[in-house]
């Protein structure tokens, strides 16, 4: 039987870190599908339509892995799409609290789904789209820590030359 994972998240921007999650599950499972919520509370930097179509570039070379949005609850979207397994990065201790208390409350909602939790690379273990955000903001370097489309995207939002 395949397979098929959701990793979900707002992912404003896309960062090495979920560059990394991405690949780590793709290896595992036949299918990763990489959901962008697009009905979040927080005011996204970049519009759902500009993070589908960033996502869509810089996955485009990992074979089973595709990108869309969802709306409403996680769970009920992993049962549409008849996804299994919930992926979600862990970081730091700090990230342990949030996303237990998630996969619990997603495992009460439905017993169809699992959740898995990755750990990133070393180098991404403090590494979050907030921070890329306020540093590209305050002009600073996010070389090394997103793809470098996003990198070049941030530059234009916040007017940095090169
Ligand atoms: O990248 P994020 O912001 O940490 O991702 C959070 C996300 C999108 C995974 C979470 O907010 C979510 O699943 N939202 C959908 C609504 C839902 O199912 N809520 C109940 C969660 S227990």
Redesign the pocket.
């Known amino acids: 039987m395949k397979v098929r994972a959701v990793y979900?998240?707002?992912?404003d921007p896309v960062t090495n870190g979920h560059m990394d999650l991405i690949e780590r599950s793709a290896a595992l499972f036949d299918e990763v599908v990489v959901a962008i919520?697009s009905n979040?509370d927080?005011a996204p930097m970049f519009t759902v339509e500009e993070r589908v179509e960033m996502l869509e570039r810089v996955v485009k070379d990992l074979p089973h892995v595709s990108v869309t949005t969802?709306g409403?609850?996680?769970?009920d979207f992993a049962e549409q799409i008849n996804a299994s397994v919930i992926v979600?990065g862990i970081r730091a201790v700090s990230d342990y609290e949030y996303e237990l208390?998630?996969a619990m409350?997603?495992r009460r909602?439905s017993s169809k789904v699992e959740t898995v939790f990755l750990m990133p690379a070393e180098a991404y273990f403090y590494l979050s789209?907030r921070l890329v955000k306020e540093i590209s903001a305050l002009g600073g370097s996010v070389h090394g820590l997103v793809p470098p489309l996003i990198e070049r995207r941030l530059k234009i939002k916040h007017g940095h030359k090169s």
């Open positions: 979900p998240g707002t992912f919520l979040t927080k969802f409403g609850l996680l769970v979600r208390q998630m409350m997603n909602l789209s």
